[in-house]
Each structure stands twice: as structure tokens, then as C-alpha cells.
């Protein structure tokens, strides 16, 4: 049972599926918050600083995609929202990922499922499992800096806007240069959940993260993929991009 000061804010303009999100999260001892749309939304947030957001994208007055962008300049810049959404195509899920998005869950959804994910990332959030790696508070590479007290990366001197789930990520293939992690490894690593099947949410951050880090995104030199295995961190140039794994 989870502490009732565990707060979630709940955003869809359809009741049904509002009371039905909320029945399950209360089962579990969240305390849930609930609004109908874009605007009320994003004044509950801001005042309240939930632990987690679940957000519909199509929603009245301001979409949850604004909702989104608004919110990652204030005081939930490092708040989990997960987005609900009736649209399934690659591009809205890209979209979605790249304005801020932490998941993307489509409808219909399990909602046990739905309660997974948001315990996954509360508890990736708030009770990160700490090995002694962790306690390296930077790491250092030709050109690259990355500062785990100030969540800070730097790229030739520059500091380089990561989300959380970006920094997360480059932090857990940084910390071992040139392992191949595979995908459901990786995702659950940082995602603290199985990907059940769906790993597009952990290629969209990589492409994300390669887009602001690579000068060629296309041909990356930090963060390179393993074709039919993973992605690794390469600290040098010895690297080859897209390499393969032997038989």
C-alpha cells in the first residue's frame, strides 16, 4: 500500500475513464486529482506539483501536448506525465516523447497495466537503487562532462538541455562505456518496468538524446547502436557506428 501523500494528477475529459483510473490508483493508497481540461489542469499542477501526471492529449481548451510543453518550464519540470492517447501512429508518439513525455499509453489500456507504469516511474522517481557507481558525481570524456549533482550535461563546454528520462538514460550507458545494453535491459533499467513488448518509447528517447548530443545524428559517435542487440556508449572514436554483434 502506498502513502497517501503520494499525489497523482489525473487529466482526461472523459469521466468514465477518469473515475475508472481513479478507482485503481485509490485501491493502491495514491491520492488522486482530476481535471477535465487543459487549462484547470495545468493550474492544479503548477499548485500542486504532483508526483505524477497522466494526461490525455486530446483534450479541450489546451491539448495536452501545451499542457506538456507549459509544464516542463515551471515547477514540474521533473514531474513523471504519462500520456493517454487514442492516437497510435509512430509520429503522435514521437511527438508526444519529444515535447516532454515520459510514456505513451495508448486506448484503449489495461488499467492494471496503466497502475504498473505509474508505480514504475514513482518509484523510479523517488527510491533509485544506489550501487557504488552511483556514487560517482561526474564523469568525464573527451569534449563531454556529465555532472550527476547538477543533472548537467556538457558538450564541449555547452551545456546541453536533457530531459529527465534523456539524462537518465545517457547516465546509465556513461557509467559503462562500451557494454551493449540490450533494449529490454535498458529500458528497464531506467523505466524501473518491462517494456512489455513496446520499446518505441526507449528508441524515441535515443533519437531524441542523439539530436541534441550528435553533430550527425544520423552517424552517432556517443550513444551507437549494436544492430539486433542494443545500444552502447562509445567514449572514443575506436568505435564503430552500428556495429554488429558476431555469431
Known sequence: MKS??????????????????????????????????????????????????????????????????????GACADVPILFLSCKSEDRDIIRGLSEGGDDYITKPFSPSQLVARIQAHIRRRRTRERTPEDQ?????????????????????????????????????????????????????????????????TLMVHISNLRKKMELDPARPRWVQTVRGFGYRFCPTNACDEQSEIPN
Open 4 to 73: 497517501s501523500e503520494t499525489t497523482i494528477l489525473v487529466v482526461d475529459d472523459e469521466r468514465e475513464i477518469t473515475e475508472l483510473i481513479t478507482l485503481y490508483l485509490e485501491r493502491e493508497g495514491y491520492a488522486v486529482y482530476t481535471s477535465d481540461n487543459g487549462l484547470d489542469a495545468l493550474r492544479i499542477a503548477t499548485s500542486l506539483v504532483p508526483d505524477l501526471i497522466v494526461l490525455d492529449v486530446s483534450l479541450g481548451k489546451m491539448d495536452g501536448i501545451e499542457v506538456c510543453r507549459e509544464l516542463r518550464q
Open 136 to 200: 560517482v558525481a561526474q564523469l568525464c570524456f573527451s569534449g563531454l562532462e556529465i555532472d550527476f549533482n547538477s543533472l548537467e550535461v556538457r558538450l564541449e563546454g555547452e551545456l546541453i538541455a536533457l530531459s529527465a528520462k534523456e539524462f537518465e538514460l545517457l547516465s546509465v550507458l556513461a557509467r559503462q562505456p562500451n557494454r551493449v545494453f540490450p533494449l529490454e535491459e535498458l529500458y528497464r533499467r531506467v523505466w524501473q518496468s518491462d517494456s512489455m513488448g513496446d520499446t518505441r
